[in-house]
């Protein structure tokens, strides 16, 4: 019988994967409780299009939040996908998430509206929705395709956010974050 403490074993793999997935959690709460007791508004750091400036944003919009509204809509959605992609190997959540902020951001910095400030983990929901999506297309394996479709019947609808249909709400964010979710789906598939 296997000890559940064990390296490689389910055991250790879900409590990695709690660790990660709630240190995020917190860390993004922690910015935005801060955030909103100090007087400075740290959404300043988010990405400024087409400013030296902005560009540190690529890395630090998707833990900036405009509203505790907008903090409590983007935190199960982005769990819960970090989990499914987590659900193979924690390693590829990190090469996920480092692309999706690297191809949203970027994206956003140079289409983004001159003048706007983007931030949120949208981008990275986003990403992670086309990630599981396509790997499925990739892969072609069914365990890719059923979490496919167990995707797209959780969160399928979010796919308009890539239109621009919302005053205030970044569709660049989105719509990149989704295309860097697609090109590290490709990247990573293994068929």
Known sequence: MTNPNDDGTLWSELQAQVLILGGLVIVIWLVHGVDWLLPRDLRAYGIHPRTWMGLRGILLAPFLHGSWTHLIANTIPLVTLAWLIMLRQIRDFWLVSLVVMLVGGLGIWLVGATGSVHIGASTLIFGYFGFLMMRSYFERSLVAIAM????????????????PTQTGVSWEGHLFGLIGGIIAARWLSRR
């Open 148 to 163: 496919a479709i167990l995707v797209f019947f959780l969160y399928g609808s979010i796919i308009w956010g890539i239109l």
